[in-house]
């Protein structure tokens, strides 16, 4: 099946900016979502659509996708911030919807 | 209140079944298309399987294929995880997941339950 690749961990100092990378073939050509995950809770949309914020998801956060990567950019990174975070697709060969392996964002 | 709130949860022996309840309130269920998605303990999302509003279009993963099965029951505004031959490997918190838009394949999870966990041992 198809597979998303997300590197393990992304370190940022506050006020910085943070790219969490997910790497899949011709991912340029899927719709593309991010999730935030904090500690105990469940995960929250943060990008739909590659590139869209649902209300309530501030500005800092944005979306790209192109060729073979997606990227997600915080920006302005905030303590509030840290948290896994997790790409997803819909697969139309194996008709399945599939998640990245995940990467935390640690706010040094 | 929009929300999901899921229940059904527990301990269950190796081999056994279980079944996964998810209440929906604040919304019309029935113009939703709905998902499970699980997250073993430590490691990463895993999604599960999806329904359409009217229950006419399932997909599952491939490891659930022939043990589990996702129902709906629009009236009551419920969504099911019927889950037999359950294995370790199976333990994990079982979200459930509305999706975002009007029911495209591709669409995105807007709306999540606070999960229920599944515990499989002897």
């Known amino acids: 099946s198809y597979v998303l690749t997300q590197p393990p961990s992304v370190s940022v100092a506050p006020g910085k900016t943070a790219r969490i990378t997910c790497g899949g073939s011709d991912i340029g050509s899927e719709s593309v979502h991010w999730y935030q995950q904090k500690p105990g809770q469940a995960p929250v949309l943060v990008i739909y659509?590659?590139?869209d914020r649902p209300s309530g998801i501030p500005e800092r956060f944005s979306g790209s996708n192109s060729g073979n990567t997606a990227t997600l950019t915080i920006s302005r990174v905030e303590a509030g911030d840290e948290a896994d975070y997790y790409c997803?697709?819909?697969?139309?060969?194996?008709?399945?919807?599939?998640f990245g392996t995940g990467t935390k964002v640690i706010v040094l | 209140e929009v929300q999901l709130v899921e229940s059904g949860g527990g301990l269950v022996q190796p081999g056994g079944s279980l079944r996964l309840s998810c209440a929906a309130s604040?919304?019309?269920?029935?113009?939703?298309?709905m998902n499970w998605v699980r997250q073993a303990p430590g490691k990463g999302l895993e999604w599960v399987s999806y329904i359409s509003g009217s229950s006419s279009i399932i997909y599952e993963a491939d490891f659930v294929k022939g043990r589990f099965t996702i129902s709906r029951d629009n009236a009551k505004n419920l969504l099911y995880l019927q889950m037999t031959s359950l294995s370790a490997e199976d333990t994990a918190v079982y979200y459930c997941?509305?999706?975002?838009?009007?029911?495209?394949?591709?669409?995105?999870?807007?709306?999540w339950g606070q999960g229920t966990m599944v515990t499989v041992s002897s």
């Open positions: 997941a509305r999706d975002v838009g009007v029911g495209t394949r591709d669409d995105a999870f807007d709306l």
């Open positions: 604040g919304f019309t269920l029935s113009s939703y298309s």
């Open positions: 997803q697709v819909w697969d139309s060969y194996s008709e399945q919807r599939v």
């Open positions: 659509y590659g590139s």
